[in-house]
């Protein structure tokens, strides 16, 4: 597993040199850009600016994991949802030229006047456009497990299995509802076949962390977990140091170590 940071919070303010500059001091080896952050990494970028981008992450020897959009597939307008496939497909666009591999995507919620299961399955063929358009850049999409009621596991299987694309993949957000129902496990088993990547948070809290790592390093997965925190550091350097100590205590696996 890999280690990395969502810029919800921490990177927030860091224009994307600072960030950069940052991630590799702590140990943090790439990095999801969260849109409408300092970094400025948007679809209103020319290509010269995302040769530029690309080249900075190339120069600090830092991943772009991705990009993280606020685009999603649930609404019971349809010219919303249209908007929001044709806002994934320009984040895609750009993900390609800055050098990254996903955009992230969510559902938000299930609208009231509308069937549970025609909502999920909307999201599923959404899901299945845009995965498909990004094949095309080499670029996955992410669906974030989030949003009330969207964020039960049982309906991001149900999204995923309408959505039947390689590039489909669920990025597992650590919600306390993971554990809901017939538990952690259970509820794991249900998605991690599309796993592409693992948002993390305080690993002190009383989240069961030792079980999911362990459920990870069962399923053989080796891709990025990324720090998404939604608390404010008035020191994030070196609380990120000792997030990268506390990290490896759960996700380095015995024979990795030296």
């Known amino acids: 597993m890999q280690l990395g ?26 990095v999801e850009l969260r849109t409408q952050h300092k970094h400025g990494v948007e679809v209103e970028l020319t290509s010269a600016q995302r040769r530029d981008v690309a080249r900075q992450f190339l120069d600090e020897g830092i991943t772009l994991v991705g990009l993280g959009s606020v685009c999603e ?118 998605v991690k076949d599309r796993l592409g990547t693992i948002h993390i948070h305080d690993l002190i809290t009383g989240y069961p962390w030792r079980e999911l790592f362990d459920l990870l390093k069962g399923a053989g997965f080796q891709g990025w977990t990324l720090v998404e925190e939604g608390s404010p550091t008035a020191d994030p350097i070196r609380v990120m140091r000792y997030y990268r100590l506390l990290w490896e205590t759960w996700a380095v696996v015995p024979d990795d170590l030296p």
Request: proline letters at 5%.
């Open 73 to 190: 597939y649930h609404a019971s307008d349809p010219a919303v949802v249209a908007k929001n496939i044709e806002d994934t497909k320009a984040m895609i666009k750009l993900c390609h030229d800055c050098g990254g591999t996903g955009v992230k995507v969510r559902p938000n919620g299930l609208p009231q006047d509308v069937p549970v299961a025609k909502t999920l399955e909307q999201i599923g063929r959404s899901l299945r456009e845009v995965a498909s358009f990004g094949e095309g850049y080499g670029v996955s999409i992410r669906l974030e497990v989030h949003g009330q009621g969207t964020s039960s596991l049982p309906h991001i299987k149900t999204i995923m299995d309408v959505a039947d694309h390689p590039g489909a993949t669920v990025c597992w957000n650590s919600n306390d509802s993971d554990t809901d129902g017939q538990g952690l496990e259970f509820n794991f088993n249900l």
């Open 5 to 30: 940071l969502v810029t919800y919070m921490w990177g927030a303010e860091w224009d994307l040199p600072t960030l950069l500059k940052n991630l590799r001091i702590t140990g943090f080896e790439g």
